[in-house]
């Protein structure tokens, strides 16, 4: 139900997405829209970060969510002010006090994720101290309702492809739903609107159209959602890192199928398989093709 949302994509938003002239298979002309890309230089107080490919809605939330998951905004930190300048692709989050992170640069290391994908090396050095929250449930029955929304809901992946999309849930209902050309971005943006709306993620589940990789993991182990779900496939480390941080992963959710593998323990099987409605075949392997 796309009224259940708090937040979610406008495929139709001027800048997101364009059209392109070119030919078919058959030679034919056609026109297809495709997503669009900006750079975005985002600033801690007067020291310049990060330069990232975006589509460019919701550089306040993109902002916030990276500085929180790269662990350069402390939960003491008071933020004072956003500015976001269009004409030179620049976004500045400004605190209450000067951040000193020079230290972190030199600590980054590459991940799996695309484009800028980073993750520093003092979030990997607090990871095992998370504790995530035991007593969060996902019901079958839940799942299934989730994943019809999701997919049904009107968005630039449906309108153009070549996006990524992430979705904060909460039961069985979509809260907000963030897209871009990266999914660490959409991520991002999560993060940020749960930074900047004091959101608690004790309750929350995390639904990504993209693999479950080793970021994916430690980004929602940092947000402190204890439940991550994708319709695509995962990596060893990924699931060796959830199993670690005690966060339930699961992937491959498609229709009535999905796999678990790890904290099984939170799932409350209350819904069969069979009560929920299967993807056709065609669209499964669509979505593999898709999910990256």
Not at 92 to 100: G, L, S
Not at 261 to 276: N, V, W
Request: hydrophobic share 40%; aromatic share 6%; glycine share 8%.
């Amino acid at each position: 139900m796309t009224d259940s949302y708090l937040l979610r994509p406008d495929p139709l938003a001027a800048g997101l997405s364009t059209s392109v002239e070119g030919i078919d298979q058959n030679g034919e002309p056609v026109t297809t829209k495709v997503v669009t890309e900006k750079a975005l230089t985002l600033f801690l107080n007067s020291q310049e970060v990060v330069t990232m490919m975006t589509i460019g809605d919701h550089p306040d939330l993109l902002a916030v969510g990276y500085l929180k998951n790269q662990n350069m905004l402390k939960p003491d930190d008071v933020i004072t002010g956003i500015d976001y300048d269009d004409d030179l692709e620049v976004v500045i989050v400004r605190t209450e006090h000067e951040t000193n992170y020079e230290e972190k640069l030199k600590k980054k290391v590459r991940t799996s994720g695309c484009a800028q994908g980073t993750i520093f090396g003092d979030v990997m050095e607090s990871f095992d101290g998370i504790e995530l929250p035991k007593g969060a449930e996902l019901k079958t029955s839940w799942l299934y309702a989730l994943t019809k929304s999701i997919n049904t809901t009107p968005s630039l992946y449906l309108e153009a492809g070549a996006i990524h999309g992430c979705v904060l849930c909460q039961g069985d209902t979509p809260l907000v739903y963030m897209e871009d050309v990266g999914r660490h971005n959409a991520v991002d943006k999560i993060a940020g609107w749960m930074t900047l709306n004091n959101v608690s993620p004790d309750d929350k589940m995390f639904y990504t159209t993209g693999r479950l990789t080793s970021e994916m993991v430690i980004k929602t182990v940092m947000m402190g959602i204890p439940i991550l779900v994708s319709r695509s496939g995962f990596t060893a480390w990924g699931v060796e890192l959830a199993k670690k941080a005690g966060l339930t992963l699961i992937g491959r959710a498609r229709g009535k199928r999905f796999v678990a593998l790890a904290g099984q323990e939170r799932i409350t099987f209350d819904a069969a398989p069979d009560s929920a409605d299967d993807e056709p075949e065609r669209s499964r392997r669509k979505g593999s093709l898709a999910a990256g």
